[in-house]
């Protein structure tokens, strides 16, 4: 609180505010033409006063104005005094003198007086010191409460980007503020957006690691057995070196669908190319039935009957969108029993703006306690995968700004379907 800005905020407001005091009191002496405040003040004072006597005078003479002037409060007694009209009025020293003049019943002239204290208020510009202390006091304590109010969140602010620059990605700010509705509130709540989105993306690289080593060290291990093997029996050596080679198959694979994983987790926005997401899933349906015929599974492929200039673009990258609807479509395939059908269908809304894109099954189906982590990377039902296919495919979908949602079909089987929003 006692940084350069708390400081910087309360001797500008502070002068400000007593300057626009003072300058009030200026303007005031200013606009009135003179200096002396205890004049205006007696000028208003007097005023009513002089309207009551002067009718008395007119009406009744000295007489009436002696009875109007003893019916008048002492305070307001004392000051007033009625003269003839030739006599010359002296205010005493440190006192100002008003007049009026009047005419009896007999046409006679008088003077009405009002007598009032002038003091030296002996400020700067004739400015009395309580207006001085007052407006210094009240100027003081109102920058010191604005000072506080702006300079405490921003040293909250900066704490918390010191504590986040240190590697503390649980600090939140937002219950810190209070109960502040302006804009350094949400501020706080940007930051605390920021920080979660760091604290889940440092957490899913360390769990991206953990589980990238832990599947690297199997086909490592089997990697360096087959060595051993081979140098411990030649005879072994062909069958050795087919294992090496099975092995380093399957280390390019991950290692490749990993590079594929990461970029589609950074974030990154796919790409501003327009394509045909039908001509796309109608290449890659004719990909899937060659290979389903290989299995001695039936594959269906049902897509919308549309003209070409008919169908709604997606923005993205062909590539990214063809390798989700195909990793869906693999898995699909591997867990298929023989003689099943899968299915492949693409539909478009009856509003033109999304594709619903649903790619089914007749196999086992998943547990329903797996159906939360399905989507995770090396969560895996046949140990013959690396469990990266339906993670690709759910960050690829959602670059594309879809969704992707898998369940068990009640009949039985599995059913995984993609909403993604066409180009506009």
Known sequence: MTGRLFWKILLGFW???????????????????????DKWIAE??????????????ARGGP?????????????????IALVPAGRAAAAPPGSGLLARDVR?????AWRITYRYAETDHGGPLH??????????TAGFFFSLILAWYLARPIKLLRNGFDRLAQGDLAVRLQGEVGRRRDEIADLARDFDAMAIRLQQLVTARDRLLHDVSHELRSPLARLQLAIGLARQ????LERSLGRIEQEAIRLEAMVRE??????????ADPGEDYFDPIAVIEELAGDAAFEAQACGIAFAATLPALPEDARPSLRGSAALFRRAIENI??????FAPPASQVTLAAALDAAGGTYRITVSDQGPGVATADLGTLFDPFVRGDPSGIGLGLAIARRAVVAHGGTIEAGNLAEGGFRVVVMVPAAR
């Open 329 to 334: 479509v693999r898995n699909a395939l591997r």
């Open 258 to 267: 990993l590079l594929v994983l990461a970029r589609v987790e950074s974030g």
């Open 15 to 37: 002068l400000t505010f007593f300057c626009m005091i003072e300058g009030l009191w200026l303007l005031f002496v200013l606009e009135r033409g003179s200096p002396s405040p």
């Open 104 to 108: 009896g019943p007999d046409s006679r």
């Open 127 to 136: 400015i009395p010191p309580p207006i001085l202390i007052a407006g210094g």
């Open 233 to 236: 029996d030649e005879s072994r």
């Open 44 to 57: 208003r004072v007097s005023a009513s006063i002089f309207a009551l006597l002067a009718e008395d005078v």
């Open 63 to 79: 007489a009436a104005f002696a009875a109007a002037r003893a019916r008048l409060p002492a305070v307001d007694r004392d000051p």
